[in-house]
């Protein structure tokens, strides 16, 4: 098994598959009354979030947790970060305290790979700016596999604010990886240019792409992207690129619909959108937690000092 | 004043012979040169070049005297063969009064180890509002006659207009860091193929493009020179080619790291790789290399930008931009191809032209103020910046093994380099 967990591409499709079927055993252990596994006793996680994210660190301390290891969460703010103490002193107090993982939150892009430099654990990128959140999309393809069955041939729409989205970056790589076939769609402005080196294929029409689809993803879109002129405004964004109840007729009868939250609902998805059925956004949390367990038992569970 | 007799360096034309070096000047030049008590010089095998002059380097003094000072950079201007360097303006206070060129000009004086020639602000601050007080700064003890906002671009165009014509009154130039900043708003590192996997915010080629084309018209129209510091991209290679097809008075420099890495040093996410303009995609460096061989691009200027190490040991966002380049750049030219009379043009005689050195630039003869270096062809040395001369760590060239060593450098007959040590 690899050693960090910075980048989807970094799993392979054999590493791939064995995270997800390992988070499927894991599953099974949230419906046991003892919900924790002797595994990681002894061993030390530090949550280390530069981004207020509290659904993702609640997911990670769960699944530390639920795998008996000791959870140090490290939030910047009221830290010593705060008082502008550098990545590189905060890596070097995190490798003294003996942190074997470090699962890191930041707004940089490339922050978790300049924090795999200076410690001898392993380092998780739990998101890093607009580059990727491979836990994220980890956690997206257990769910469609979940849901459908099976990732290899599945016709997925990534659809909305693709620059800037470090889910969409870990979902194209591990998707191809895993044999599906991803679609990226949203306003030209907002697909980044250089998207065509990507595996994936692009359109700038989501009724036309609907049809096809076996799963959309829909992506948050910040409505300050519109004083940056990336589009003239929400309710014109929400016309062409928001998933309502009549545009989702569109999708064959098995599609689901999903969405990496926090949502913007009347923006790029309706409330009745994301309450329907087709929807597993709140399963998507559950299978976070097993995810999460997977890759530090994957990644921790084979080394011992 | 010790009298140097340097023997068997071979010229540029490639022919062996001795220099004689007494009070200041090349004495003689030839097999019969001869000096009475001359401190002899073995140069068999070694190449003479004219001193080189850098039109681009940032000595952070004052201000940033942790980063660099200017003996610190002369030192290591020295050791790259290099005997006169032109000191950017966005130094703390920024260099847009006669008394900051003053100071700079002083301090170069006093290291005594290159010359250093200030370059002026061309606006308040380099705020890009109003002019500096551009006059007083050329008859000032400095006599500036190059300006530049370096760092940030003059992007109001009517003010670049006026600068053109204004320094017209002094035979001055103005060198543009062409970057239309509302196209660059956070970037990172060039827009591409590269930026779009890393998520790192792109800077497009035609932010700098649109400036050249821009400034290029207006040189034309108010009859001024105009010179592009560190051009970067392949499309600003066809504009300055269109603009000098037009006589258009513009020069251009090129960084050695632009000639010779790519963007996809990014992939590391060390801001050591970080600069400004930032590294390009392999098809950019092409043209620039060819563009060099072509004369469209007229100078290698090093962009030499030393910086602490808390600013480059950090996020790539949060890193200042800039690389060193001193001490490189004579080995950098040289791995990406260029003869020794390329890089003798290049890198000495056109940009003293360029930046009115006049006592830089001048191949050995008698008569010429002696500012020369001598450099071995067939050493290599590999880059270990804890053994650069610089303040700074921030070299990009790290572990890599490069052509050529700088073994000796005279500045007016004066050895401030022997046997690849700096004499103090």
Excluded at chain 1, 272 to 288: C, Y
Excluded at chain 2, 53 to 68: M, N, S, Y
Aim: aromatic share 4%.
């Amino acid at each position: 098994m690899i050693r960090h967990l910075l980048s989807a591409a970094d799993l392979d499709a054999d590493n791939a598959t064995l995270v997800l079927d390992t988070a499927a055993e894991m599953a099974n252990l949230a419906g046991r009354e003892v919900k924790k596994l002797p595994t990681l006793r002894g061993r030390t996680v530090v949550n280390l979030f530069y981004e207020d994210s509290t659904r993702t660190r609640i997911s990670f301390e769960a699944a530390a947790k639920r795998l008996s290891a000791d959870v140090i969460n490290f939030s910047a703010k009221g830290s010593s970060v705060s008082k502008g103490e550098s990545l590189k002193d905060t890596a070097l107090t995190l490798q003294a305290m003996g942190a074997d993982a470090v699962v890191i939150r930041h707004s940089a892009s490339g922050a978790p790979h300049r924090l795999a430099t200076w410690v001898d654990g392993s380092v998780l990128n739990a998101g890093d700016g607009t580059h990727e959140h491979p836990t994220q999309a980890l956690l997206d393809a257990y769910t469609m596999r979940a849901r459908l069955g099976r990732l290899d041939g599945l016709a997925v729409a990534i659809v909305g604010d693709v620059l800037h989205s470090r889910v969409a970056r870990s979902n194209v790589l591990l998707l191809h990886t895993l044999g599906a076939r991803v679609t990226l769609v949203g306003p030209p402005t907002l697909l980044p240019v250089g998207v065509d080196a990507w595996p994936a294929k692009t359109s700038y029409d989501l009724d036309a792409v609907l049809p096809d689809a076996d799963v959309v993803m829909m992506l948050r879109v910040q409505r300050e992207r519109m004083d940056d002129a990336y589009f003239p405004s929400v309710r014109e964004y929400s016309r062409r690129y928001g998933l309502d109840a009549v545009r989702m007729r569109k999708l064959p009868e098995h599609a689901i619909v999903m969405h990496p939250g926090p949502m913007n609902r009347g923006m790029e998805i309706s409330p009745d959108v994301a309450d329907s059925p087709r929807s597993p956004i709140v399963e998507q949390v559950a299978n976070g937690v097993s995810v999460r367990m997977a890759v530090l038992y994957l990644l921790l569970g084979g080394q011992h000092k | 004043m010790t009298t140097y007799l340097i023997k068997g360096a071979a010229i540029v034309d490639g022919s062996a012979t001795d220099l004689l070096i007494r009070d200041g000047v090349v004495a003689a030049v030839g097999r019969d040169a001869t000096g009475r008590g001359a401190e002899v010089i073995d140069a068999d095998g070694l190449v003479a070049l004219p001193g080189l002059v850098d039109l681009h380097t940032h000595l952070r003094e004052p201000g940033r005297e942790d980063a660099e000072t200017v003996e610190s950079g002369s030192r290591a201007a020295a050791l790259g063969g290099y005997t006169a360097v032109c000191a950017m303006a966005n130094t703390d206070p920024v260099a847009d009064t006669a008394g900051v060129v003053e100071q700079v000009y002083r301090l170069g004086r006093a290291a005594g180890l290159v010359d250093v020639q200030p370059i002026g602000a061309v606006t308040v601050g380099l705020a890009g509002e109003r002019l500096a007080e551009l006059g007083a700064m050329a008859t000032s003890a400095a006599r500036v006659r190059i300006f530049s906002d370096d760092g940030h671009c003059v992007a109001d165009p009517r003010l670049m207009r006026r600068a053109l014509e204004y320094v017209k009154a002094f035979d001055g130039i103005v060198a543009q860091h062409a970057e239309e900043p509302r196209l660059t708003v956070g970037a990172q590192m060039h827009e591409g193929d590269v930026s779009a996997r890393l998520g790192l915010t792109g800077w497009p080629a035609v932010a700098e493009e649109a400036i050249i084309a821009r400034d290029a018209l207006l040189a034309e129209h108010v009859g001024s020179r105009l010179h592009i510091c560190h051009v970067s991209t392949a499309g600003s290679v066809e504009i300055l080619r269109w603009a000098k097809q037009r006589g258009i008075r513009v020069t251009a420099e090129v960084t050695p790291h632009h000639l010779l890495l790519t963007d996809t040093r990014a992939e590391s996410y060390d801001p050591v790789f970080k600069v400004n303009p930032p590294l390009r995609p392999s098809a950019d460096v092409a043209a620039l290399r060819a563009a060099l061989a072509e004369g469209v691009i007229d100078v290698v200027a090093t962009d030499h930008a030393p910086h602490a190490v808390e600013d480059k040991e950090c996020e790539w966002g949060y890193a200042r931009p800039g690389m060193l380049g001193l001490e490189t750049a004579l080995s950098v030219v040289r791995s990406v191809g260029l003869s020794w009379d390329a890089i003798a043009t290049r890198l000495s005689r056109v940009p003293a032209r360029i930046g009115g050195l006049t006592e830089h630039g001048q191949d050995p003869a008698p008569g010429v103020p002696a500012n020369l270096t001598l450099v071995d062809p067939a050493a290599t040395w590999t880059v270990d910046p804890a053994a650069l001369a610089s303040r700074s760590r921030n070299t990009p060239y790290a572990g890599m093994t490069l052509p050529a060593r700088v073994v000796a450098t005279f500045l007016r007959g004066s050895p401030t380099v022997l046997d690849g040590k700096a004499v103090r």
